[in-house]
């Protein structure tokens, strides 16, 4: 209640980012969405659908630039060239970590799967804000304690100045009210006088909030805390 709470996976990633700072082009400012329900071998998440439609409304409602592809409107390819074009991403999908080979680590889509390495090898030079709405996105590896190898992780080595992940794989009920919780909080508290622009400067907060909000609608059972407890913030 008292704490908002950011982590970093390395010492090294958060002295980076304070060195090399810089602002986001108003152009490419705003939030791109997808979901991804029916992911081919994967089980299906179909509340991902009514997620990324709320948050997409409320982006619009708060005139803020955005776009949503859903399922398989949306190649591989195409969002990779997203991720350029907007400084923010929700990822309503499947993520797959690979312990033994972190960079093969990866998103599930319709159309096939976004690695790791591929997006570490893209100039995202206005990476902002990455929610990742999926199962187990800043899950470590056990045998190494030390060394911070997950999707999240990535996000960040990526460019992007703060990631949303979880610890483990969470429910489509509880996923949308964190998400849509968070997005409001950011949505009504950030500067309107900047258009369409879209600052995530207060996510680590928006995302304290959001889960202060769900756990108080849950009872003090094991299993109420791990259906709060798993969402965490990383950068600044």
């Given amino acids: ?10 010492v090294t990633a958060i ?36 997620e990324v439609q709320s948050i997409f409304n409320q982006a619009h409602r708060n005139g803020v630039r955005a776009l949503k592809l859903e399922g398989d409107e949306m190649s591989v390819a195409e969002c990779f060239e997203r991720m350029l074009d907007f400084s923010s991403i929700h990822l309503a999908c499947h993520g797959s970590q690979n312990a033994a080979q972190p960079l093969q680590s990866h998103f599930l889509f319709h ?12 100039n995202l030079k206005n990476a902002d804000l990455a929610f990742l709405s999926a199962c187990q996105t800043s ?63 207060l996510s680590a907060v928006a995302l304290h909030h959001a889960t202060q909000q769900l756990r108080r609608s849950l ?18």
């Fill in 219 to 236: 009872d003090d059972s094991e299993r109420s805390l791990l259906t709060w407890v798993p969402f965490v913030h990383f950068g600044y």
């Fill in 1 to 10: 209640d008292y704490v908002v709470s950011s982590y970093t996976p390395t």
């Fill in 111 to 122: 159309q096939g799967s976004l690695e790791l390495g591929k997006i570490l090898q893209a």
């Fill in 15 to 50: 002295n980076q980012r304070v060195k090399t700072e810089l602002s986001v082009d108003s152009k490419a400012s705003g939030l791109f969405l997808t979901s991804q329900p029916n992911a081919p071998g994967a089980t299906p998440i179909p509340g991902t659908t009514s």
């Fill in 139 to 201: 899950t470590g590896e056990g045998k190494l304690p030390d060394e911070a190898v997950h999707l999240a992780a990535g996000m960040l080595a990526a460019g992007y100045r703060r990631v949303v992940g979880t610890m483990w794989s969470i429910g489509d009920r509880p996923a949308q009210e964190v998400a849509t919780t968070f997005y409001e909080y950011l949505f009504t508290h950030q500067d309107k006088s900047g258009g369409a622009t879209f600052d995530a400067s």
